[in-house]
């Protein structure tokens, strides 16, 4: 695995950690559907219990500690699985601080889920690292970040979270779903734990429900590794081979989704219908240096709000292309009214509060032909 490591990402992708089955030769890691491994004589070989680990699920661990600079990977059955079982690194009577503006799930399980553990969580705008610094109390223990955010794609300077995390001793945890680990680099620019939900864009086939998780930090992978085992909300074999497969084709799918996202941004800007874009490619997107300081691309997501709220529902009943959907990061274009689908977990008034309208609505670009891609929404924005 180490001598891999110089590799670029383009080969790191095809390659992985293992890309033959080490048994056979096999080019496909097989689907090692078995639950149990025999012991020789009573001693355990490599594998155990498929719980603790197996070759399905190695390859796919191995995968995103090469590809974000971890010493280790684990991968979870949802990338919910992946945020609560790194977030069961807290304690009762610890606090969190995390993102006014996140995933609709992650919300609901830092507000419910956790407050019923007894660990108070701080929601806080973190495209101004004062206000994150502001909120730490004595019982602070950790940071979580989303960057850019999801749906307002607020930008938080990672590097400068990370100084005020280490000034005051907070575990940093970042859910890099959106920039993937070709555009951003959270271990490299200090963050301890990077989270991924696998279901989007490192799948990237809108089949398959995944979350991955690694770190550069030793002691917190046997922590991970830990609970990762005795909370068993592991990836099955069969999602395992899904997740490898599109994770080979992830560089060619997201430079062709970015730049279909480009496309899309800077024409919805100039749409009629449509009040504002947020996405980091636009030249006047408001956090745009610190995004570019610490990302390499803009991302294949985007958001924007349509001027009039009567335009929504034929804009929904007449594009044809995209599916209308929460998720994010397929082949597919996929067209999400947040309000009713992806933040649908938040209550009305805190969405209100967070800035998210029923006007809003986000696009994750796919790999169609863009003009085909425009002509469908422009259609749908024309009839309005
Ligand atoms: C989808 C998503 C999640 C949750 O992942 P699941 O695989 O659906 O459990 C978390 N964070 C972000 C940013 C997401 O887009």
């Keep these: 695995m180490s001598a891999r490591k110089t590799y670029r990402p383009a080969t790191l992708l095809v390659h992985q950690g293992m890309d033959r089955d080490p048994a056979t030769g096999a080019a ?26 197996n070759p399905s699920r190695q390859q796919v661990e191995e ?8 010493v280790q990977g684990f991968a979870y059955s949802s990338g ?15 606090h969190l601080i995390a993102p006014d503006d996140l995933y609709g799930g992650t919300y609901r399980y830092l507000t419910l889920i956790l407050a019923e553990q007894k660990i108070e969580v701080s929601l806080v705008d973190q495209s101004d690292p004062q206000k994150v610094e502001d909120a730490v109390r004595p019982n602070t223990r950790a940071l979580f970040l989303e960057t850019p955010s999801n749906p ?9 979270l990370v100084t005020i995390a280490r000034r005051h ?56 590794k830990r609970h990762q085992n005795a909370f068993g909300a592991v990836l099955a074999p069969f999602d395992c081979f899904l997740l490898a497969r599109g994770i080979k084709t992830l560089k060619l799918r997201l430079d062709a989704a970015e730049r279909n996202a480009g496309v ?27 995004h570019s300081a610490q990302a390499t691309g803009a991302g294949a997501v985007l958001s924007f709000e349509l001027k009039e709220k009567a335009a929504l529902a034929p804009l929904l009943e007449r594009v044809r292309l995209p599916i ?9 274009t996929i067209l999400t009214h947040c309000w009713s689908m992806s933040h649908a977990a938040i209550p009305a008034e805190a969405k209100t509060k967070m800035g998210i309208r029923p006007t809003l609505l986000r696009i994750s670009a796919g790999i169609e032909d863009v003009e085909d891609l425009w002509e469908d929404l422009a259609g749908g924005l024309a009839c309005s």
């Design 28 to 53: 496909a890691i097989p689907i090692y559907q078995a639950s149990t491994y025999h012991h020789p004589g009573g001693r355990s070989g490599d594998y155990d219990y498929a719980r603790s680990g």
């Design 264 to 290: 899309l941004a800077a024409r919805l800007a100039g749409h009629p219908a449509v009040a504002r874009v947020h996405y980091p490619g636009l030249a006047d997107f408001p956090g745009r240096k610190i």
């Design 63 to 70: 995968a995103i500690a090469l590809l974000e600079g971890g």
């Design 80 to 94: 919910m699985a992946a945020i609560a079982s790194a977030l069961s690194l807290l304690q009762p009577g610890d």
């Design 324 to 332: 209308i959907a929460p998720s994010l990061g397929g082949v597919e």
């Design 169 to 224: 001793g907070l575990l940093t945890l970042i859910d890099n779903t959106f920039m993937t680990p070709l555009r951003q680099k959270p271990l490299e620019l200090g963050v301890d734990v990077s989270i991924h939900s696998a279901t989007k864009f490192l799948g990237g086939h809108s089949d398959l429900l995944a979350g991955l998780v690694t770190t550069a930090d030793p002691e917190l992978a046997k922590r991970l």
């Design 152 to 160: 307002l794609f607020k930008v938080a300077d990672i590097r400068a």
